[in-house]
């Protein structure tokens, strides 16, 4: 399966999280594809962010783009159908974090939402190996998770070119996305690598304007 459309999901983790509703709608309304929901547990990863709640304030507040629920978690199998009830689109989660990596996504799945697999820089791609044909998306941290506004971790390109392989091997339509120091410097680099889905936070929130952010990502991506 070649590559999918290009997806930009601006992470809220950078957004004013006193005007989280105005500033999410204000960055789709930029042109963001998706809207990218960290959700961190302070056990899992060292920081404590936002929870089924938060996610339901924003559909209540207007919100409809698909939201694309990161958890960084442990453990992940009970908070999984609050988020789906909330109206999470897809959900992902790190294979090391789950007691039971096929159950965990057959939870996401029965619970209507897309499922993704989230490899850190140091987890092998091996927990792919019997798992591939259950994910609707990979997505390969180019840092390590917990905090927005970290460098790109330049070895997550050659990681992006084995799960390119491996998806395009497997013939399955499944998105390969990428979390992490991403900005237009770097984004063009990172597209051909395989990506298709493209989180960035800082880069776009900490920018005076996000529309121009987000047009030269595209432009960068080609
Ligand atoms: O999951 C995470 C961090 O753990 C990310 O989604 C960050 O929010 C990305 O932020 P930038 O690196 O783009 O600033």
Avoid at 132 to 156: E, Y
Wanted: charged fraction near 20%; aromatic fraction near 6%; proline fraction near 5%.
């Amino acid at each position: 399966m070649s590559k999918q459309s290009p997806i930009i999901a601006p992470s809220i983790l950078s957004a004013d999280f006193a005007r989280l509703g105005e500033d999410t709608a204000k960055v789709l309304a930029a042109g963001g594809d998706w809207v990218h929901f960290d959700v961190m547990d302070n056990h899992y990863v060292p920081n404590l962010t936002m929870g089924p709640m938060v996610l339901k304030a924003l559909r209540d507040y207007g919100i409809t783009a698909h939201i694309d629920v990161h958890l960084m978690v442990k453990p992940v199998d009970r908070i999984v159908p609050d988020f789906a009830k909330a109206g999470a689109n897809s959900i992902s989660f790190h294979p090391e974090a789950s007691e039971h990596v096929d159950r965990t996504l057959g939870l996401i799945k029965e619970a209507g939402c897309q499922a993704g697999l989230v490899f850190n820089p140091a987890t092998p791609l091996n927990w792919l190996d019997h798992v591939l044909d259950k994910l609707d998306f990979v997505l390969l941290m180019s840092v390590n998770p917990g905090f927005g506004g970290q460098k790109f971790i330049p070895s997550a390109l050659d990681k992006l070119r084995e799960v390119r392989r491996r998806i395009d091997d497997s013939g399955r339509a499944i998105r390969l996305e990428v979390d992490g120091g991403v900005s237009a410097d770097n984004i063009g680099a990172i597209a051909a690598a395989g990506a298709d889905t493209f989180v960035a936070g800082s880069a776009i929130f900490n920018a005076p304007d996000y529309a121009a952010a987000i047009a030269a990502m595209r432009h960068a991506i080609g």
